[in-house]
Structure formats: structure tokens, C-alpha cells
């Protein structure tokens, strides 16, 4: 019903920057909470920042992040494009992972459902 598709990632030296995407397509009614989590081989999936449906505008919603991000890394969303936005800046080799995305997708104003994209992988190099 529901596919959210991640883009953006790649290889880029230390220090360098990226900017990820996460579109949501189907049935989707609204988008309430999304996120951006990563895996970096051999370690579990980590959360990094989340977004609350209000988080596209100057004076509503939330943002947080993971200590290890903050300062470096923007989340952002567009609810009028169902899309959201990960800016990673001063990129660290151990920002190297896949990134997932994660929503919370309303099919009605009833049935919220947890989703999640497949991944795209960002590696931090020279």
C-alpha cells in the first residue's frame, strides 16, 4: 500500500556533505512521525533523527537527533510532497551506513502504520 523510497546517498570524502531523501507514495492519507536510522556493518541499527508532522514549518513540530549528529546533521520534511530530508554535513568515516527511512503513514485518520524504506548507503572516505 505503502513504499517509501530512500535517495541520496553515495560515496563523499570526510568533511564533505550529502543530502538524503525519503519519498513517500500510495495510500497515504498523512504522514504523522518520521526518521532516519542507520546500520553500519557489523552494529545494530541506530536511530539518528526523527521529525513530527509540524516539523515543516517555522513554528510547529519537533526535530531530535542522536548526539553523535548533532551540529552536523539537518532533518527537514515537505508535507505537501510527502517527502523528507536528511542534510549531513561534516561528514565522519563513522557516518558510513545505510541509511533507513521511517514513517508513520495514516491511511485514514484511524489507521496508522509503521513503514520503512530499504535503505541507501552512505560511505565516509579517502
Known amino acids: 500500500q505503502v513504499q517509501l523510497v530512500e535517495s541520496g546517498g553515495g560515496l563523499v570524502q570526510p568533511g564533505g556533505s550529502l543530502r538524503l531523501s525519503c519519498a513517500a507514495s500510495?495510500?497515504?492519507?498523512?504522514?504523522?512521525?518520521m526518521g532516519w536510522y542507520r546500520q553500519a556493518p557489523g552494529k545494530e541499527r541506530e536511530f539518528v533523527a526523527s521529525?513530527?508532522?509540524?516539523?515543516?514549518?517555522?513554528?510547529?513540530?519537533?526535530?531530535k537527533y542522536a548526539d553523535s549528529v548533532k551540529g552536523r546533521f539537518t532533518i527537514a520534511r515537505d508535507n505537501a510532497k510527502n517527502t523528507m530530508y536528511l542534510q549531513m554535513n561534516s561528514l565522519k568515516p563513522e557516518d558510513t551506513a545505510v541509511y533507513y527511512c521511517?514513517?508513520?503513514?495514516?491511511?485514514?485518520?484511524?489507521?496508522?502504520?509503521?513503514?520503512w524504506g530499504q535503505g541507501t548507503q552512505v560511505t565516509v572516505s579517502s
Open positions: 521511517n514513517a508513520v503513514i495514516f491511511h485514514t485518520t484511524m489507521s496508522p502504520s509503521n513503514y
Open positions: 500510495g495510500a497515504v492519507f498523512s504522514i504523522g512521525l
Open positions: 521529525i513530527s508532522s509540524g516539523g515543516g514549518t517555522t513554528s510547529g513540530g519537533g526535530t
